[in-house]
C-alpha cells in the first residue's frame, strides 16, 4: 500500500462506531463478496484473515474483530460515480453496420510504456488488417465508452454473446472528454452526462470525432466469454465483480481486495460495505470510487446518474491500520 507515498496525504483511524449507518448493513453479503477474491490478496497479514473467513463466521463480528477503519484523505473532496457492464450489438465479421473494431493487445506494443496515441491508432491504420479484431461494433461512441468501462458483452446477430475484458493499453493518460467540452464551454458542469456526450458526437460526428480523439488513452481487449453469464465481468483482480458490493478504486491508496465503508450522499444515498476489486483510468486519488451497478442498458442509465459526494473508509487489517495510528502520533 503505498498511503503515506503523497505528502499531502493523511491517515486518520477511525472506530466503527464512526461509521454512519454500520449497524443496519448486509454485512454477510459483503463478506460473501470479499471471499470472491481474498484468496488473491498478498502478504502474512492476510492469511489467517481469509482462513477465518472461510469458517463461516458471524459476519459483522468477523470485520470488527480483524479490521480497523481508516479515513484516508489526499486534500481533494470524495467523489463517486458509477461504472457498468454494457451490452452492444456486433459482429465477428466487418459489415456495412458494424464497421468499429475492438482490438486485442498487439505483440509489439510495449509494456508500461507510451504506444501510439489513439489518434495515431486511429488515423494510421496501424492495428488495421493484422488479425487482432475480436469483434466489430456500430458505433464509435460505443466503442469509445467500453474502453472506458473496460469490459462488456456484444451481442451477434445468432443471439449469442461474446464477453470482452481489458487487456492492456497504449501507455498514454486518460483525459476527460466530458470536461473538455465543459473548457470549451460547449456544456455547464452540471449539464454533462455519458448519454449527454453521446447525443452531441453523433449530431457532430466530424467534431465528434475530433473529440473522442483529445483522449490520447486507448484500451485493448481479450475475449473472456468463459466466465458464466450469471456472473459480473472480471474486474483488475481477474475475478467477477458483483454489482452494488464491487468498487474501483484507486490502488496507490486503497489495497484491491481491501473492504471499504461508502457513505454516498446525493439523490440516492448509499450507507453500505463493498470491496475494492477493480481499478479504472479515471480513479485516482485517495477519496475516488467507481460503483459498479451491472450489466445492460438499465445498469449504464443508472450508473451515468451517479456524481455524487460523501466519504469513503478503507477497513484495514489491525496490524497496517495500528501502524498508520502509531506513525501519526
Given at each position: 500500500?503505498?498511503?503515506?507515498?503523497?505528502?499531502?496525504?493523511?491517515?486518520?483511524?477511525?472506530?466503527?462506531?464512526?461509521?454512519?449507518?454500520?449497524?443496519?448493513?448486509?454485512?454477510?453479503?459483503?463478506?460473501?463478496?470479499?471471499?470472491?477474491?481474498?484468496?488473491?490478496?498478498?502478504?502474512?497479514?492476510?492469511?489467517?484473515?481469509?482462513?477465518?473467513?472461510?469458517?463461516?463466521?458471524?459476519?459483522?463480528?468477523?470485520?470488527?474483530?480483524?479490521?480497523?477503519?481508516?479515513?484516508?484523505?489526499?486534500?481533494?473532496?470524495?467523489?463517486?460515480?458509477?461504472?457498468?457492464?454494457?451490452?452492444?450489438?456486433?459482429?465477428?465479421?466487418?459489415?456495412?453496420?458494424?464497421?468499429?473494431?475492438?482490438?486485442?493487445?498487439?505483440?509489439?506494443?510495449?509494456?508500461?510504456?507510451?504506444?501510439?496515441?489513439?489518434?495515431?491508432?486511429?488515423?494510421?491504420?496501424?492495428?488495421?488488417?493484422?488479425?487482432?479484431?475480436?469483434?466489430?461494433?456500430?458505433?464509435?461512441?460505443?466503442?469509445?465508452?467500453?474502453?472506458?468501462?473496460?469490459?462488456?458483452?456484444?451481442?451477434?446477430?445468432?443471439?449469442?454473446?461474446?464477453?470482452?475484458?481489458?487487456?492492456?493499453?497504449?501507455?498514454?493518460?486518460?483525459?476527460?472528454?466530458?470536461?473538455?467540452?465543459?473548457?470549451?464551454?460547449?456544456?455547464?458542469?452540471?449539464?454533462?452526462?455519458?448519454?449527454?456526450?453521446?447525443?452531441?458526437?453523433?449530431?457532430?460526428?466530424?467534431?465528434?470525432?475530433?473529440?473522442?480523439?483529445?483522449?490520447?488513452?486507448?484500451?485493448?481487449?481479450?475475449?473472456?466469454?468463459?466466465?458464466?453469464?450469471?456472473?459480473?465481468?472480471?474486474?483488475?483482480?481477474?475475478?467477477?465483480?458483483?454489482?452494488?458490493?464491487?468498487?474501483?478504486?484507486?490502488?496507490?491508496?486503497?489495497?484491491?481486495g481491501a473492504p471499504v465503508w461508502i457513505e454516498k450522499d446525493g439523490r440516492n444515498p448509499l450507507r453500505k460495505l463493498v470491496i475494492a476489486q477493480d481499478t479504472g483510468a479515471a480513479i485516482k486519488g485517495a477519496q475516488r470510487a467507481d460503483i459498479f451497478v451491472g450489466t445492460g442498458e438499465d445498469a449504464g442509465k443508472a450508473a451515468g446518474e451517479i456524481r455524487d459526494p460523501g466519504r469513503m473508509v478503507v477497513l484495514l487489517p489491525l496490524?497496517?491500520?495500528?501502524?498508520?495510528?502509531?506513525?501519526?502520533?
Amino acid at each position: 500500500m503505498a498511503t503515506g507515498a503523497q505528502a499531502e496525504t493523511t491517515s486518520t483511524v477511525l472506530d466503527f462506531k464512526d461509521l454512519d449507518g454500520w449497524a443496519d448493513d448486509d454485512h454477510s453479503a459483503a463478506l460473501s463478496v470479499f471471499l470472491d477474491t481474498c484468496m488473491d490478496l498478498d502478504g502474512p497479514v492476510w492469511e489467517p484473515i481469509c482462513a477465518y473467513a472461510r469458517t463461516d463466521p458471524d459476519a459483522r463480528s468477523f470485520f470488527e474483530l480483524f479490521f480497523r477503519p481508516v479515513l484516508i484523505e489526499d486534500g481533494d473532496p470524495m467523489l463517486f460515480t458509477g461504472y457498468f457492464e454494457p451490452e452492444l450489438p456486433g459482429s465477428r465479421v466487418r459489415t456495412s453496420t458494424y464497421r468499429y473494431p475492438l482490438y486485442r493487445l498487439p505483440p509489439e506494443a510495449p509494456r508500461g510504456q507510451a504506444w501510439y496515441t489513439r489518434a495515431q491508432i486511429e488515423q494510421s491504420g496501424v492495428l488495421s488488417n493484422r488479425g487482432l479484431e475480436i469483434v466489430w461494433l456500430s458505433d464509435p461512441v460505443d466503442k469509445f465508452f467500453l474502453q472506458i468501462q473496460g469490459s462488456g458483452r456484444v451481442r451477434l446477430p445468432d443471439g449469442k454473446s461474446v464477453r470482452v475484458g481489458y487487456g492492456g493499453k497504449n501507455g498514454h493518460p486518460y483525459r476527460s472528454i466530458g470536461n473538455e467540452l465543459i473548457r470549451r464551454g460547449t456544456f455547464q458542469p452540471h449539464q454533462v452526462s455519458a448519454q449527454a456526450i453521446r447525443n452531441w458526437v453523433r449530431r457532430n460526428p466530424s467534431a465528434g470525432a475530433e473529440l473522442l480523439r483529445f483522449n490520447p488513452s486507448y484500451v485493448f481487449f481479450r475475449e473472456v466469454s468463459q466466465v458464466p453469464s450469471e456472473l459480473g465481468p472480471l474486474g483488475a483482480m481477474n475475478r467477477s465483480i458483483t454489482a452494488g458490493r464491487s468498487i474501483a478504486v484507486d490502488p496507490a491508496y486503497t489495497p484491491l481486495g481491501a473492504p471499504v465503508w461508502i457513505e454516498k450522499d446525493g439523490r440516492n444515498p448509499l450507507r453500505k460495505l463493498v470491496i475494492a476489486q477493480d481499478t479504472g483510468a479515471a480513479i485516482k486519488g485517495a477519496q475516488r470510487a467507481d460503483i459498479f451497478v451491472g450489466t445492460g442498458e438499465d445498469a449504464g442509465k443508472a450508473a451515468g446518474e451517479i456524481r455524487d459526494p460523501g466519504r469513503m473508509v478503507v477497513l484495514l487489517p489491525l496490524e497496517q491500520a495500528f501502524a498508520l495510528a502509531e506513525a501519526v502520533e
